[in-house]
């Protein structure tokens, strides 16, 4: 039985991908650090059955990983873990740098003085290519524009390409694109609107308040994207794959993709800061603050997942009005039988 550690097991893509290794036969490890809260709320099908082993760790703690390391004996390492928050990296650099560029570090040198041999996954991501011209795929140059990007490109370098070059170790990544699901954290654009609108539409909440509605993302759902990342290490040699749908929207069709999964349309008044969306009985419910703006944006984001398709026979499935269907379908539910969001 091939046994795997995944950092940031509790995290979205952390909790689906723990659960895609069970269903392959993995012997599945989770790195959880210590928080103030529940940190299981997302592994309810994996930690409540003792299907996979918690170990308590942090990317910031060396002696905590090779804890770790020594009482999984990994075959395989999945680095999810990170400060994954852009707009928070831009009030807490340090944090981004620290857990995103010197926690790989710190992982893959204690896992190789272990096993050499060991295959270790990285989660880059398409802020690496940040003003890079679109579709961005493998050669694309990178750009990064935030501390998170910068961090994560930096790791991506000396880490994964840099190690790989340089002691042969097999390193691999996946330079995943916007994956969400109704597992996404709060926090992130998707769900904060499926979230919202949903409270709206059952008179919970008044308004979603959101930043630059322009930006373009490639979103995809998250369930499949971490089956990309078990591919990535099964392959014969280590490489750095995209992971996309190759299709871009704009937050502002997203917006109006969960209206309109919500039956509640709205049309747009105003502009720039001022900028409303209305409902059909006149209800303001969509307003724009500076608060969430960057100081830096990445405009587009357009992934072509070319080498991924062919190399690893890889595919996405629901599509960009199924995902945000799924999203508010799962918000809606949640809170019209009273369940807490997590
Ligand atoms: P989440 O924010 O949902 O999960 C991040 C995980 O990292 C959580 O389990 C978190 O723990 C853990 N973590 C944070 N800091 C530390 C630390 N110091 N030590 C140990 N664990 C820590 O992110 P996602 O699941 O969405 O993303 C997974 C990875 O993929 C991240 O590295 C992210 O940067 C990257 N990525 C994500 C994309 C996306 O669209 N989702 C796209 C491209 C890359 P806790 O629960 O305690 O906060
Ligand atoms: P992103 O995701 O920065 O792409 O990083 P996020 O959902 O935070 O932002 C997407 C776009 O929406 C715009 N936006 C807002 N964003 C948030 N969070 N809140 C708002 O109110 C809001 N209004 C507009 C943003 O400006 C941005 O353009 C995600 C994370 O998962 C990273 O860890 C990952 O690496 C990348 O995706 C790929």
């Known amino acids: 039985?091939?046994?795997?550690?995944?950092?940031?097991?509790?995290?979205?893509?952390?909790?689906?991908?723990?659960?895609?290794?069970?269903?392959?036969g993995y012997d599945v490890w989770g790195l959880v650090r210590r928080t103030s809260n529940n940190p299981f709320s997302r592994l309810e099908n994996?930690?409540?059955?003792?299907?996979?082993?918690?170990?308590?760790?942090?990317?910031?703690?060396?002696?905590?990983?090779?804890?770790?390391?020594?009482?999984?004996?990994p075959d395989e390492i999945y680095n999810l873990a990170a400060q994954?928050?852009?707009?928070?990296?831009?009030?807490?650099?340090?944090?981004?740098?620290?857990i995103n560029y010197y926690g790989l570090g710190r992982l893959v040198n204690e896992a190789v003085k272990r096993n050499p041999k060991v295959r270790i996954y990285q989660a880059s991501t398409s802020e690496m290519f940040g003003k890079s011209q679109p579709p961005q795929n493998e050669t694309s140059p990178f750009a990064p524009v935030s501390p998170y990007g910068e961090a994560k490109l930096k790791a991506h370098q000396d880490f994964v390409e840099g190690y790989r070059e340089r002691f042969g170790l097999f390193i691999a990544s996946g330079?995943?694109?916007?994956?969400?699901?109704?597992?996404?954290?709060?926090?992130?654009?998707?769900?904060?609107?499926?979230?919202?609108?949903?409270?709206?539409?059952?008179?919970?909440?008044?308004?979603?308040?959101?930043?630059?509605?322009?930006?373009?993302?490639?979103?995809?759902?998250?369930?499949?994207?971490?089956?990309?990342?078990?591919?990535?290490?099964?392959?014969?040699?280590?490489?750095?794959?995209?992971?996309?749908?190759?299709?871009?929207?704009?937050?502002?069709?997203?917006?109006?993709?969960?209206?309109?999964?919500?039956?509640?349309?709205?049309?747009?008044?105003?502009?720039?800061?001022?900028?409303?969306?209305?409902?059909?009985?006149?209800?303001?419910i969509v307003t724009i603050s500076k608060e969430f703006y960057r100081p830096v944006e990445v405009d587009y984001l357009l992934g072509d997942a070319?080498?991924?398709?062919?190399?690893?026979?890889?595919?996405?499935?629901?599509g960009f009005a199924g995902l945000v269907k799924l999203m508010v379908d799962s918000d809606y539910e949640l809170l019209k039988n009273n369940r807490a969001l997590t």
């Open 175 to 284: 330079i995943l694109f916007n994956h969400e699901s109704p597992r996404r954290g709060l926090n992130f654009v998707s769900r904060k609107v499926t979230s919202t609108l949903a409270k709206i539409k059952l008179g919970l909440a008044d308004t979603l308040t959101l930043g630059n509605l322009e930006a373009k993302r490639d979103w995809g759902y998250a369930g499949d994207y971490v089956k990309a990342m078990h591919r990535i290490l099964q392959q014969e040699k280590p490489g750095d794959y995209v992971i996309a749908t190759g299709e871009s929207h704009t937050v502002r069709e997203f917006v109006e993709a969960a209206c309109a999964a919500l039956d509640m349309p709205i049309t747009w008044k105003g502009s720039g800061l001022e900028e409303v969306g209305v409902t059909a009985d006149g209800k303001t």
């Open 84 to 98: 994954s928050d852009v707009w928070v990296s831009f009030k807490c650099p340090e944090e981004a740098q620290e």
């Open 1 to 24: 039985m091939k046994r795997a550690l995944i950092t940031g097991i509790t995290g979205q893509d952390g909790s689906y991908l723990s659960e895609h290794l069970l269903n392959e």
């Open 306 to 318: 070319t080498k991924a398709r062919t190399e690893l026979n890889w595919t996405d499935g629901i």
């Open 46 to 73: 994996v930690v409540n059955h003792n299907k996979a082993h918690i170990l308590y760790g942090d990317l910031r703690d060396t002696g905590s990983l090779a804890r770790a390391l020594d009482e999984s004996q």
